[in-house]
């Protein structure tokens, strides 16, 4: 069973515009939730993360939003840029294993 | 600059040709993970090692094994290969698998089973 879901496969934003990715999960176990980026031919490169006992985080242009009421994050991307285009993994963790969600493609169009 | 490297980058096998595929890192980290990705999909983890204790998951296929002959290397064996173990295989490193202990990616080794 998915654990970690992201419903959208693919998001298109225009430059500049705010991204918002989602991420839903189901095991209210998991104590870290990440975000990982991948670019075409690459491995997963870590993005930004959120311990269960918050519900924001920031690093510059990504912020990560949890909600766990709902069993709901999001990463927020202000302002996008092209160079954003990427795979999106949401990923939680519980002791060492990482659950993945499918990824949403996001396209930053000039 | 410290990384984590798979060989090959491509593998090509009969079916049921047994394969290995290779990682290494430079990070000096003591837990490394085998992940498997089918097309779509989300990745999968299949086993970890913590320095050398191995930790298989519960639904991870008997035809896949590991070995962690020193910190720095991690193979992954596939001792007869199905159609449906073509996949990208990835693996990972981080520190001690807790707290928020990011992983770090290899780019990964495409298998295509024939």
């Known amino acids: 069973d998915q654990q970690v879901k992201q419903n959208s496969p693919s998001l298109s934003v225009q430059e500049g515009r705010i991204s918002i990715l989602n991420c839903d999960y189901t095991?209210?176990?998991?104590?870290?939730f990440l975000w990982y980026k991948k670019y075409p031919a690459e491995g997963p490169t870590f993005l930004i993360s959120?311990?269960?006992?918050?519900d924001k985080n920031e690093d510059g242009r990504f912020t990560v939003f949890l909600n766990k009421s709902a069993k709901h994050l999001s990463l927020h991307i202000v302002p996008s840029q092209p160079g954003d285009s990427a795979v999106y993994f949401c990923?939680?963790?519980?002791?060492?294993?990482?659950?993945f969600g499918k990824g949403t493609s996001l396209l930053v169009t000039p | 600059d410290a990384m984590v490297i798979q060989n090959p980058r491509y593998q090509v096998t009969q079916f049921g040709k047994p394969v290995t595929l290779s990682c290494s890192q430079t990070?000096?980290?003591?837990?490394m993970y085998w992940y498997q990705q089918k097309s779509s999909q989300a990745p999968k983890l299949l086993f970890h090692?913590?320095?050398?204790?191995?930790?298989n998951e519960a639904d991870t296929p008997d035809n896949f094994q590991s070995r962690r002959p020193n910190t720095s290397f991690c193979f992954l064996d596939i001792r007869s290969p199905g159609l449906g173990d073509a996949a990208m295989y990835l693996c990972?490193?981080?520190?001690?698998?807790?707290?928020?202990?990011?992983?770090?990616f290899g780019p990964g080794t495409r298998l295509t089973v024939l």
């Open positions: 990972a490193t981080s520190v001690d698998g807790t707290g928020v202990d990011e992983q770090f």
């Open positions: 095991n209210s176990m998991f104590d870290y």
């Open positions: 959120i311990s269960s006992i918050k």
């Open positions: 990923a939680a963790r519980t002791e060492y294993a990482l659950n």
């Open positions: 990070l000096n980290h003591n837990v």
């Open positions: 090692y913590y320095d050398k204790d191995f930790n």
